[in-house]
């Protein structure tokens, strides 16, 4: 099937106009590890390649939104709409004055003093998708050659999978040295239950010590509307099992949703997922130091 792309790619719903103000006050510090900006447009083009077309979610928008809900740091990661071009991403960095993080759409061709470029501005981490619906996936053999070059940078490998992909995926995450952060909490099945495969294979690559997870899509993974009854104890499971290697992000804007959630709302579920103030205060606060490198 031929994946409509460019002014033909379906448009995104655009997030909330006025999200709530979440009632949970989050530490100091604290990390939204996992969101998108993007354009405007007229400023930022989107790829003509890219398979999916979101409204205009600049980083004004997101930086008022962060002042709101708590954040006084975060982690852009570069959009399959925004393609091989890491412009906007860069601008956000130099916005963001030392307090935001950037991930990156690299391939083998990725010139040498681009990558540079990155690393300086603030960029730690390379991303690879599993999903149809963003583009053909990377072959593993240049993968392999791009986590060669950002390795010695101390970037990590961002894995974004979903359905039974962290099972598929397995061998080969596990044959990465370098860290490694699953996205979305793999976007398991949450009807194979707490003893599922891919959910058993996701907390078995934690257990190997590089591997983290981005407790981040309990509203995609759900089946029910919010709280996501069904969703929030596989965040918090990870979360008990692997204090020390999960963080949170709110996937803002949401693209590709079909149920754009409330900000405000998704970070009171943080409450849900992490119960205990120690466990919060690692996944807002120190792991997003330790992974991202935050001063």
């Known amino acids: 099937m031929t994946v409509p792309r460019g002014d033909d790619a379906p448009a995104c719903l655009p997030p909330l106009d006025h999200p709530s103000s979440p009632s949970l006050a989050l530490p100091p510090g604290s990390c939204d590890a996992h969101f998108h900006v993007f354009g405007p447009r007229a400023v930022f083009p989107f790829s003509p390649e890219r398979t999916f077309t979101p409204q205009d979610a600049p980083k004004e928008r997101l930086f008022a939104l962060h ?10 990661v570069q959009s399959a709409c925004h393609g091989s071009d890491h412009a906007v991403l860069l601008d956000l960095l130099a916005a963001g004055a030392g307090r935001y993080r950037g991930v990156a759409l690299l391939t083998p061709q990725t010139a040498d003093a681009e990558i540079a470029e990155m690393h300086a501005a603030g960029v ?47 061998d080969f995450i596990a044959s990465i040295r370098a860290p490694v952060v699953i996205d979305h909490i793999g976007r398991i099945d949450v009807r194979e239950g707490l003893n599922g495969n891919a959910f058993t294979a996701l907390r078995r690559l934690l257990d190997r010590g590089n591997v ?57 579920l943080i409450a849900a997922i992490a119960p205990d103030d120690a466990i919060r205060r690692r996944m807002l606060v120190d792991n997003p130091a330790a992974l991202f490198g935050f001063r």
């Open 124 to 170: 730690c981490g390379a991303r690879f998708h599993f999903f149809s619906h963003l583009g053909a996936p990377t072959p593993y053999d240049e993968i392999r050659a791009v986590i060669d070059r950002i390795a010695p940078l101390g970037w990590h490998v961002a894995i974004h999978v979903g359905g039974q992909g962290v099972l598929e995926q397995y």
């Open 67 to 76: 002042r709101m809900l708590g954040f006084e740091r975060g982690v852009f």
């Open 212 to 268: 983290w997870v981005k407790l981040s899509g309990t509203d995609r993974i759900t089946r029910e509307a919010y709280p996501y009854r069904d969703a929030v104890p596989f965040a918090r499971a990870l979360a008990e099992h692997a204090p020390e290697r999960v963080v949170w992000g709110s996937d803002w804007p949401h693209p590709n949703h079909t149920a754009v959630p409330d900000d405000g709302a998704l970070v009171d």
